[in-house]
């Protein structure tokens, strides 16, 4: 299925540098008519691009807090990278009383449908004898196999977000009520897991809200209450590769470009000693998020502080909760076998008639991504600055000659 993109344009921000179409790792971004376009058919929400413009022009929103006015009850899922900012569960209770101060009837901690969610992965990878299953668990990580790696496909585990599975569990112990599910994000991919604003209406959360935008006014609550919270070691350590219980059999990646060797790799069969790839394109895991704001190494010793005082089991969700075939569905690619392979033919011979600068003043990423768009009929062979400028030369010379 095609979901749209988190990411957002701002034209009056943009000085057209480009920066943007460049970082991106998987060509979705072009420049058409002095604007950044974005397509969201490639776009896996990673973020690069946000990260890669130094003038705000691509941002990625959550929903708002007048949202919460829609319902008659609301409810905030507060993820474990959140929770491990705290240094201390002193902390943390101030923090849920923060979150709660923001409007909401309830804040739920999820780090126990995080654990789970981690559980199931192990369970599953520890009793296969000659396959290697890939984690679910991020949604950068199974968008980018659906556009890179499609023969990987099959290895994601079908075990669904701890989002998901914490507001499937609080729908069914609400379900009375008119309720509002809200879930603080902690990175543009997870934007995506909710039926708003992006109108993805699969999932179970109403609302994604970005951290960034929730920081200053959480950050303003803080000490002026506490609300009694008991965590889940496991969920807190699953938000960090250093600290998930490692096993011979379990290969461990966080950075994207450290995870993107990992599928090169697994895409040729050379990871088939491992039963289970674990894999977080943020470095440092989820508490890498980029909607937050502290420091990730930090972080990672708050775990073990966190880790002592009340705490809680994995969730015991039922195992409909749990598994989910989503992660499988794509856009099916409608085209015949000849077809595609005269496709790749087309563009690999316009290919050869395109200079090979890769300098995108056409607007595209790549000389192949503009052969692509040719072959497509989007755009033309005109339209490459370079081949332009070489035959105008070449016509001034002839003429002087
Ligand atoms: S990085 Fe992209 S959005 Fe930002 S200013 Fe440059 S072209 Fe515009
Ligand atoms: S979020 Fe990632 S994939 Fe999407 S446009 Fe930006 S860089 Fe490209
Ligand atoms: S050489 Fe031409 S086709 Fe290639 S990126 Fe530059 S302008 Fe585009």
Partial sequence: MTRRSVVSYTLESCIRCMKCIKACPTSALSMENDRVIVDSRRCINCGRCIRS?????????????????????????????????CGSREEVEELFYAIRM???????????????????????ADSADD??????????????IANRYKVLQESILPVNYDSEIAAKQIRQRLK????????????????????FPYGNNEYECDHALSLTDMFPRIRKNMQKGRIPVSLCVKGLQSCNPVRIVQKDQYLIADGFDKVCA????????????FRLLIL?????????GHMLWGNSFLMTNNIDALSHGKTKGSSDVPFEYVYTEDFLKTDEDTRSFMERTMFFKNVNEELE??????????????????????????????????????KEKADDDQRSD
């Fill in 353 to 390: 008639r395109l200079p090979g600068f890769d300098c995108s003043a056409c607007g595209m990423q790549t000389c192949r991504v503009m052969a692509e768009e040719i072959v497509k009929g989007n755009r033309k062979e005109e339209d490459c600055r370079v081949l332009k400028t070489l």
């Fill in 102 to 124: 923001l409007g909401f009837d309830e804040v739920v901690d999820i780090t126990d449908c995080t654990a789970r969610q981690m559980e199931e992965a192990q369970l599953m």
């Fill in 280 to 288: 977080y394109p943020c470095f440092n895991g989820c508490i890498g």
């Fill in 262 to 273: 990992v599928l090169d790799m697994a895409e040729f069969g050379l990871l088939n000693q």
């Fill in 53 to 85: 413009c130094h003038n705000r022009g691509i941002l990625a929103q959550g929903s708002t807090l007048e949202d919460i006015k829609s319902y008659e009850y609301t409810v905030c899922m507060v993820p474990g990278a959140l929770i491990n900012h």
């Fill in 131 to 144: 396959v290697t299953f890939i984690s679910s668990f991020c949604p950068v990580i199974n968008r980018l």
């Fill in 176 to 195: 009375d009520k008119k309720v509002g599910i809200f879930n603080l994000c902690e990175c543009e991919a997870k934007l995506e897991l909710a039926k």
